[in-house]
């Protein structure tokens, strides 16, 4: 009975999403992007994938999509937390005063969803669950990281965006970074071009069908390959290294992307994440890019990091310190 | 009567090189591929082929400046890119370029991997891809995955100093002509030391010699440093082969341990 009555409530969404999208219909046309000079459909420009929909389903939610009212009360409680990182005292004040620097993500565009979450399939809005090969990388990463000793010890034991090498949101899948989720697109007849502010990550993307790279080249972004298909640049991206992996991945990770410009500020940004040896099954995520406002600066992340000398170096002045305390208390005693 | 012949031969000889240089100075004949809005296509993946990176000044080879390289990390010999002789210093600014050459190994920004400026990005001994559209050309080069955006509209100047510059170009003929400013003073022009202030302003002109060479002109201004302009020119090479790419060179993971070693906890080796 409780089962027939949630498959009531699907037919219910499916039926009124068609009804939308018939209405829709009726009154305009679908939207077709413009296309560029040499034919193509024209996703340049500069993009966000700021939002405030989580990439999973919060667990107290069951349905895929909010009421207006409730998306709206979802996004304040987000942006609520996002001012909460100002509150004086904390470290997070310290590092940042996200709002006072523009950087919360209210100040910039986002993408506007009623999604609950990014991710639609599975219909859980979850991730799958992780095979037992992928649960012992896991540990084994876990295991190493507690090996190689503390954080703060040496620099290679830092995390990779402190040492800036590379950010979560690089991509690919293009993610939402908490700020400066921008990117440029500029688009060739054989290339195209995506550069990820954080941290001036670029990606070219050929698009005349040739192979991967064989196994031995592996890199941080992986190597991406792409072509149109219709009004859809579909980019598949394989032989990533698996130093900065995606929710746990593999370096058997494999990302497709599809980039479909359907309206004039938004991208309907969807991502299929195919890893056997780490989900049971591929999930896909729908992460629509907004249009904002360029231009994107040089982001020289590496060449201005003072955090890390500081940060080590404090860690020493530490250990120096605590070294002189025990020594004067065994001296006194 | 035979050194009638030979001074016959020595005039008939600059005659013919008078020639040579005559034509070589016509403008070039060559008319690039267009692209989709009718612009020369410049998209690609392109190299200098020379020792610019070592010195960009004319020199002999030389000792690898770490001896545990020896033969592997010798400074490539090279006539240099420098058109018309020394470069220009103020007497102040050579004694700093000599300062910077005898502490290379500790100063120069490309140990480090700090991003390498211009035009150093265009001759360093790496691709760089082209990627062109109407309003931006993006020059996305391998190493330290610098980039640079050129603005084809909306012309501004610099809003803040950086260590690519600030690129506005425009197309004169079959020439993309690029104007930057807005440098910092922390890259340099090559591994001799070469250097720059953050009054740096170059403006560069590229234009298609033939399907997969272009040359490459650069004039150098810099009055907190040299006493006049000077100017640079290269060709540079299309890589060809069927699977060219530009790959990854994340350079800060291969510097770290020589940039933060010294500050890594007492007795880890």
């Known amino acids: 009975m409780k089962r027939h009555v949630a498959v009531s409530g699907v037919v219910a969404v499916v039926l009124s999403a068609g009804l939308t999208l018939v209405a829709q219909t009726q009154t305009q046309k679908p939207y077709a992007a413009p296309k560029t000079a040499d034919g193509q459909p024209d ?44 509150e004086p005292g904390t470290t997070a004040d310290v590092h940042y005063d996200f709002t006072q620097f523009g950087l919360d993500r209210s100040q910039s565009v986002y993408s506007r969803s009623l999604r609950t979450s990014l991710i639609v399939d599975p219909p859980t809005g979850k991730m799958p669950p992780v095979t037992a090969e992928g649960q012992k990388r896991a540990q084994d990463r876990a295991a190493a990281r507690k090996a190689a000793g503390g954080q703060y010890d040496r620099v290679e034991n830092m995390p990779i965006g402190s040492r800036c090498i590379i950010m979560g949101g690089s991509g690919p899948p293009l993610m939402n970074a908490g700020y400066n989720s921008n990117y440029h697109i500029v688009q060739s007849k054989d290339s195209v071009m995506i550069l990820t502010e954080m941290i001036h990550d670029v990606r070219i993307i050929p698009l005349d069908n040739r192979p991967a790279p064989p196994p031995s080249v592996r890199q941080w972004m992986g190597v991406s390959r792409g072509r149109w298909e219709g009004n859809t640049l579909v980019v598949e991206t394989t032989n990533f290294n698996g130093k900065n992996p995606f929710r746990g991945a593999s370096e058997n990770l494999k990302v497709i992307e599809r980039f479909t410009r359907d309206a004039p500020d938004r991208i309907n940004y969807t991502f299929t994440i195919e890893d056997p040896s780490t989900w049971e099954r591929p999930w896909t995520a729908e992460a629509p890019l907004t249009r904002t406002v360029g231009p994107i600066f040089e982001f020289a992340c590496h060449e201005s990091n003072y955090g890390v000398a500081n940060i080590l170096a404090g860690a020493r002045a530490d250990e120096k310190r605590a070294a002189e305390a025990a020594a004067k208390k065994t001296g006194s005693n | 009567m035979q050194h009638r012949t030979r001074l016959t031969m020595v005039i008939g000889g600059v005659l013919a090189a008078a020639s040579m240089l005559a034509a070589q100075t016509q403008a070039p004949a060559y008319r690039a591929p267009r692209t989709g809005d009718g612009k020369p296509n410049l998209n690609g993946i392109w190299q200098a082929i020379n020792s610019a990176n070592w010195d960009i000044e004319a020199h002999a080879a030389g000792p690898s400046p770490v001896r545990e390289m020896g033969g592997a990390g010798l400074v490539a010999p090279g006539l240099g890119i420098v058109e018309g002789g020394a470069l220009p210093y103020k007497p102040e600014a050579l004694a700093k370029k000599k300062e910077n050459y005898a502490k290379r190994m500790e100063l120069d920004p490309e140990v480090k991997c700090y991003l390498p400026g211009v035009p150093r990005a265009m001759y360093m001994p790496y691709p760089f891809q082209i990627v062109q559209s109407p309003k931006h050309i993006m020059m996305a080069f391998e190493f330290a995955g610098a980039l640079r955006t050129v603005y084809m509209d909306n012309h501004t100047p610099e809003p803040a100093d950086s260590w690519m510059g600030w690129s506005n170009g425009h197309w004169e003929g079959e020439t993309l002509v690029i104007d930057t400013k807005g440098f910092n003073d922390l890259s340099w022009f090559d591994r001799a030391g070469n250097f720059h202030s953050e009054a740096l302003h170059v403006v560069e002109r590229i234009t298609p010699r033939s399907a997969d060479t272009l040359n490459y002109e650069a004039t150098v201004e810099d009055p907190n440093v040299f006493t006049r302009p000077w100017k640079i020119s290269l060709p540079l090479y299309r890589r060809v082969e069927r699977n060219a790419q530009i790959l990854e060179i994340r350079c800060v993971e291969f510097a770290e341990d020589l940039i933060y070693g010294h500050l890594k906890k007492p007795g880890l080796k």
């Not at chain 1, 500069?46 to 207006?68: A, I, Q």
């Open chain 1, 43 to 86: 996703i340049s420009g500069f993009w966000s994938s700021n939002t405030y929909v989580p990439l999973e389903r919060p667990n107290n939610v069951t349905k895929e999509f909010y009421t207006p009212d409730e998306a709206e009360a979802a996004i304040k409680r987000a942006a609520e937390r996002d001012a909460e990182q100002t």
